[in-house]
C-alpha cells in the first residue's frame, strides 16, 4: 500500500501551496462578514467581503480580478487602511497577509466592539 506525499494530497484537495500554508495561522482567526475596499496599487477600488480576520491575514471574496503581483490596499469602515499581500485565490475567494500584523487590541476591537462589523468565532 503506497502513501501519498504532502503534494499529492495538496492535489487531491484542490489547494495551492501557498493556500494551505496560509491556513497555518500563527494566529486565531474570526469569522466576520465586513464590507470593505480593496484597491490595487495603481489600480481601481472593489467592493469586498472579509469572512475571515486574524491578526496577519483575512479571507476576503471578490468578483472581480485581483492581480497577486502588486501591493492591494484593504479599507475597513472607519479604520485606516492596510496594505497587504494576495498568497492565494481559488476563483473569487482570496487569502490575504498584513505587510504589518494587526495589534491584538485592534482585531479584538473590529471583532468583538462593532458587531454590524463582525462576531467572534
Not at 84 to 107: D, Q, T
Request: hydrophobic content about 40%; some cysteine.
Amino acid at each position: 500500500m503506497s502513501t501519498l506525499g504532502e503534494w499529492e494530497i495538496m492535489q487531491v484537495l484542490g489547494r495551492s501551496v501557498d493556500q494551505l500554508l496560509y491556513q497555518r495561522r500563527r494566529h486565531d482567526r474570526s469569522d466576520v462578514k465586513i464590507i470593505a475596499d480593496i484597491r490595487v496599487s495603481r489600480g481601481l477600488r472593489n467592493k469586498v467581503r472579509i469572512v475571515d480576520l486574524s491578526r496577519t491575514g483575512f479571507q476576503m471574496e471578490c468578483l472581480a480580478f485581483i492581480p497577486d503581483d502588486r501591493p492591494v490596499f484593504m479599507t475597513l469602515p472607519g479604520f485606516v487602511q492596510l496594505e497587504c499581500a494576495i498568497k492565494w485565490r481559488s476563483e473569487w475567494h482570496y487569502g490575504c497577509a498584513f505587510n504589518s500584523p494587526l495589534h491584538e487590541g485592534v482585531h479584538d476591537h473590529i471583532v468583538t466592539e462593532y458587531p454590524i462589523l463582525g462576531t467572534p468565532s
